[in-house]
């Protein structure tokens, strides 16, 4: 799973694929619920070994979360059901066999955006391998192709957070739905009210270079540090509760770069000290050698009654359009 997180951060600047043959100005607007994925394949193939496979890894954990939610809400669809409105799916994988093993990742095909791989074997047995050798590469194109779409959604009606650009030297786009819950030279609190019960939140603050050592090799232990150090401390909460890291659960941890800075990705479960309450955080702390501090960008929601994986995705959208800007005095 690491190497598929790892590999999702390499494509994002990445053109999605290849091979569109299909007159993009007469291709209709795609559709598809954002990580929403349409399986193409006869019936026989979908029930067997073969369907099996595909939903132990595009439907496997979304890492991160405190309860079970797939990497893609998985659909079937017969070929002759394939026509028309079925086309216009944003993500698809068909399925077939035939007189040769061949596979390949399209883009526009039937729509716009729309990415679709394609997998041919001669048996069942050569279809899976095909997929296998295949689906880590297709998973991580795939996430980058939703996060272009989550962003692109954001586009249409986006909003700047005032301040950030002065405090902290950078800047991003959300949707106008959030708002500045609470904010000081040391940090921002950013927040949605969800329509049901809960909300999404990005936390923004630094923490100084110190409290990374260079040669880390674990560096999960230290941003759970930093967390419950001076996150905890930062974010108000009720009653005297603290915002921590849950440590019954391991975070997964990669390195990323972003805007060209060395950066620690986790993905963890956060608690609060004295309260029955908690959900999935993903945490960025970039590396700032110039101010001597890392900026620490979190994103993190609480939702009782409702699914995390596509509220946590957001929050990554949303982060990943960070931009870094000269100020004044920074």
């Known amino acids: 799973m690491k190497k598929l997180i790892a590999l999702f951060a390499m494509t994002l600047v990445l053109a999605c694929g290849q091979n569109s043959t299909t007159d993009r100005s007469y291709l209709p607007e795609s559709v598809g619920s954002i990580n929403a994925l349409n399986v ?8 067997s070994a073969v369907g099996d496979s595909i939903r132990s890894w595009f439907a496997a ?16 669809l017969a070929p002759e059901h394939f026509t028309d409105f079925a086309r216009s799916s ?25 990415l679709m791989a394609v997998a041919q074997g001669r048996s069942e047995e050569s279809l899976i391998a095909l997929v296998q050798a295949q689906q880590t590469q297709w998973i991580a194109q ?3 192709f939703e996060l272009k779409e989550r962003q692109r959604r954001t586009q249409i009606s986006p909003k700047v957070p005032e301040g950030l650009a002065q405090d902290f030297g950078i800047e991003f786009q959300m949707p ?53 150090a001076i996150g905890a401390r930062l974010l108000p909460v009720e009653d005297d509760s603290r915002f921590i890291t849950d440590t019954t659960y ?17 993905r963890g479960i956060w608690t609060l000290s004295d309260a029955f309450m908690g959900g999935p955080y993903l945490n960025m702390a970039i590396k700032d050698t110039v101010n001597e501090h890392y900026l620490i960008v979190e994103g993190f929601s609480y939702a009782p009654s409702m699914g995390k994986r596509d509220l946590q995705f957001e929050l990554e959208s949303i982060m990943r359009t960070i931009n870094f800007v000269a100020t004044p005095d920074k």
């Open 142 to 144: 795939m996430k980058a």
């Open 40 to 47: 193409v394949a006869p019936p026989e193939i979908w029930s």
């Open 176 to 228: 106008s739905a959030y708002r500045i819950a609470a904010s000081s030279k040391d940090y921002y609190w950013l927040r949605k009210d969800l329509v049901s019960n809960g909300t999404t939140n990005i936390l923004i603050y630094t923490a100084p270079l110190s409290m990374i050592p260079s040669q880390a090799e674990y560096p999960g232990q230290y941003i759970r540090h930093i967390r419950d």
């Open 250 to 266: 391991v975070p997964e941890v990669s390195m990323e770069f972003i805007q060209g800075r060395e950066t620690i990705v986790s």
């Open 90 to 114: 944003r993500l698809i994988l068909s399925l077939s066999l035939g007189d040769q093993d061949t596979s390949s990742l399209k883009t526009n095909a039937f729509a716009r955006p729309q």
């Open 61 to 76: 954990p979304t890492p991160g979360l405190p309860q079970m939610e797939p990497l893609f809400s998985l659909s079937h």
